[in-house]
């Protein structure tokens, strides 16, 4: 190993966290309760997508940074992995989910937004955490 890559990981997963906790805390709470019910469709549409794309290119760094900071622990190539599928994953369903939204097929919405509901509080509970179980 020529160079610590550790802080770049770390990073990584900061901004990760971040976007995930805005999203929640703020953006959607915000849309909700203050934007008119007919253009909050436009503009979730818009977000989420963002969101699941930046996860996925951000667990793809990861992965590509944990190659080349070399195998010390599997910790750091299942967090990269874990973010890149699940935001992977998330973005690919976001078209079922819309479809689902607009057709009425409320048992298809919900089942699709559970599941990228789940797999966004992964990532963030796995991008929150890896370092302690490194570093402890």
């Known amino acids: 190993m020529i160079f610590d890559f550790t802080f770049l990981q770390i990073l990584i997963s900061g901004i990760v966290s971040g976007f995930i906790l805005f999203q929640s805390a703020f953006v959607a709470p915000t849309v909700f309760k203050d934007v008119p019910v007919e253009s909050r469709a436009l503009i979730l549409r818009s977000l989420f997508p963002k969101l699941f794309k930046s996860m996925t290119t951000a667990g793809l760094l990861f992965v590509i940074i944990t ?13 990269g992995t874990i973010t890149l599928t699940a935001g992977f994953v998330c973005d690919s369903i976001v078209g079922k989910t819309n479809q689902a939204r607009d057709e009425g097929d409320d048992k298809l919405f919900a089942n699709l937004h559970r ?13 929150l955490f890896w370092i302690f179980l490194i570093k402890g």
């Open 115 to 127: 599941i990228s509901v789940i797999l966004t509080m992964i990532v963030l509970v796995v991008n």
């Open 67 to 79: 190659f080349f900071q070399g195998p010390s622990s599997m910790i750091p190539y299942l967090v």
